[in-house]
């Protein structure tokens, strides 16, 4: 879990994202992939859920191969503001974290999702010791996104710390705990995956409709 705060226009609010790595896997282009669970909530209230789809190349590459994002108020549906899958309309996977990591290697480009673009990334900084209130992490990895974050990546963890650059909402996010779910805690958060997945084939068809459905595991 990861804390801080999001600044909205004039509003400066607290921020929490609960990141998921869970038992759900989708086949995606061809590729077989994790199903995370993104859920950001911002003055206590839950405002956005997003499903991000990862893959794993053979040397070690983890490629970013899709993603599907809701907005709420007031703990109530919105609308869909992010659904892209590779493979699908001209989207393409992009690498969301090389296998070899190194100052001054070329940038790399996270996503192409057409209408938006392509999304990139570049390592400025690698082996550093960065403390956030969960603890202190050795050979953490920094990469700067699109120009507008840096984000923190220490090994066998993930991202632990978002240092916003520029634009708007900007997020400040510092690890806070990192759990181990029980089976139970892990079954109520993959279905709530599956669930998005399925509502996603009705607010996205033209991306999710025709792909085959996301599963648990086996």
Known sequence: MRQGFVNKGSRRLSHRLVFTVTNVTKEVDGRHAVVTLDQDF?????????????????????????????????????????????????????????????????AFRQALVPGEGAVTAEVVKTSQRTCVPYRCFSNVVVLEEDGSEHKYFAPGVGGILTVPLSGDPQETEELVNVVELSAGGLAELSTEALRLDTHARTESPDVFGSTPRARRAS
């Open 42 to 106: 911002d003055g206590g209230e839950l405002a956005e859920q997003s499903l991000d789809l990862y893959a794993v190349a053979k040397d070690g590459t983890v490629l970013y191969v899709g993603s599907y994002t809701e907005s709420y108020e007031g703990g109530q549906f919105v609308n869909s503001t992010d659904a892209w899958l590779s493979g699908v309309n001209g989207a393409e996977s992009g690498t969301f974290m090389p296998a070899v990591l190194r100052v001054g290697m070329p």
